[in-house]
């Protein structure tokens, strides 16, 4: 194989090599946005749902209080009443809680996508700092740098993704599966 053939097939190999661990981490990258956007849009019409909920429940129970207050006497149904919607509001409350849980798998979300953009641009940097010395060399080293830089990318690349190993199991608030920490 010539030199400039060599040259040229390691230089292909470390642009396509470069695009497709590029493209996988942004894949990545922007699956976990998505993922992001969906627990978010879930979770406010979630915490909606359970406030107005809990506005209706205690609405219902002052009205049932005031009707004591007006002078209506207490009897087991009021008192029934009462409780349900005691029970009711506590309800509405473990809900809107359960909508909060959110913000923990939208951090670790944010957190892994900060991580990966940072170790995108420090593969980026390893190809760039590889190829300093490239114009002064014989074709011969020209091709060894390359061969270094490709290697470089590739293990940078495995080394980021076995960081980012998805520890965030749920794509829902009602999947079931939380999978945290």
Do not use: Y
Request: hydrophobic share 40%.
């Amino acid at each position: 194989m010539t030199r400039e053939k060599m040259l040229g097939s390691q230089v292909k190999h470390l642009l396509s090599n470069l695009s497709d661990h590029g493209t996988q981490h942004l894949t990545e990258v922007e699956t976990d946005l998505v993922q992001t956007s969906i627990l978010l849009g879930e979770a406010i019409t979630k915490l909606g749902g359970s406030f107005m909920a809990i506005h209706e429940a205690v609405t219902a129970q002052q009205e049932t209080i005031d009707l004591l207050l007006s002078g209506a006497k207490p009897t087991p149904e009021i008192a029934e009443k009462l409780k349900a919607k005691h029970g009711e509001i506590s309800q509405h409350v473990n809900a809107a809680v359960t909508g909060l849980q959110f913000q923990d798998m939208t951090s670790q979300l944010i957190g892994r996508t900060v991580t990966r953009v940072i170790g995108l641009r420090e593969v980026l940097s390893g190809v760039g700092s590889g190829s300093s010395g490239i114009s002064e060399n014989s074709a011969e080293e020209i091709v060894e740098t390359l061969k270094g830089i490709n290697k470089v990318l590739e293990e940078q690349s495995v080394k980021l993704e076995s960081a980012l190993w998805k520890a965030v199991c749920q794509t829902h608030m009602e999947s079931g599966d939380i999978e945290l920490f």
